[in-house]
């Protein structure tokens, strides 16, 4: 059964940090993984999808990487703003023909100006 | 596109009582799927349909709960009777065959059980 865990729960940084948000699931036999942005009250964005054939991606300040041995992925988010101040879920498709989503608990993000 | 659109936003109820989630997906999105998310277990999957039949409904908690897809452009999540514990929030997300970016979803209905 595939489990996803992310570190840390929350995170608190002042603007203009670059930081890394990490992901790890138990299974790699993945299709793809995907990162979420989510703020208060709102649905889920996406912000990156790495399939497994692919070592990282990139979308303006995000670069999402992916290991599928080791079972991590980690976002980077460069030179933060507070407009980065959400919650950043990562979830995990298996092989195997589901298409269900796993997710993770998210790590709360606040970037302080 | 005005993307994946769920009613009613927010929701109260009495325990006991029938509530009925709705979800339009984006069109030309031949699967659509309901997640729920609490704080204790985070989003989980319920029940995903492609081409409006379901294929997976091992996550719907209790027979309680049931979801349809009359159609491919309506699909509708029911709790009866509702109970306290149900309270949460619903997502529904569709998607393209094949879609490459992954799963669009929705804003959510927030569901509270009283």
């Known amino acids: 059964k595939q489990e996803v865990t992310q570190i840390p729960a929350a995170l608190s940084v002042p603007e203009g940090e670059n930081l890394v948000l990490n992901c790890s699931f138990t299974?790699?036999?993945?299709?793809?993984l995907q990162w979420f942005r989510q703020d208060p009250g709102k649905g889920l964005t996406s912000l990156l999808l790495?399939?497994?054939?692919?070592r990282e991606q990139t979308s303006g300040r995000l670069n999402a990487s992916l290991d599928k041995s080791s079972g991590r992925s980690t976002l980077y988010i460069a030179a933060s703003q507070p407009g980065d101040s959400a919650t950043y879920l990562c979830a995990v498709r298996s092989q195997g023909g589901s298409e269900k989503l796993v997710f993770g608990k998210g790590t709360k993000l606040t970037v302080n100006p | 596109d005005a993307g994946v659109i769920q009613s009613p936003r927010h929701e109260v109820t009495e325990m006991g009582q029938e509530v009925t989630l709705r979800c339009k997906p984006i069109?030309?999105?031949?699967?659509l799927f309901w997640y729920r998310q609490t704080m204790m277990r985070g989003l989980e999957l319920l029940i995903y349909f492609n081409n409006n039949v379901p294929i997976d409904d091992s996550g719907m908690p209790e027979d309680r709960f049931s979801a349809k897809m009359p159609n491919a452009s309506f699909s509708t999540l029911k709790i009866q009777p509702s109970e306290p514990r149900d309270s949460a929030v619903y997502f529904c997300?569709?998607?393209?065959?094949?879609?490459?970016?992954?799963?669009?979803f929705g804003q959510g209905t927030r569901l509270t059980v009283v």
């Open positions: 299974d790699s036999a993945i299709y793809n």
């Open positions: 069109s030309g999105h031949d699967y």
């Open positions: 790495i399939q497994s054939s692919q």
């Open positions: 997300a569709s998607r393209p065959t094949g879609g490459r970016r992954g799963a669009f």
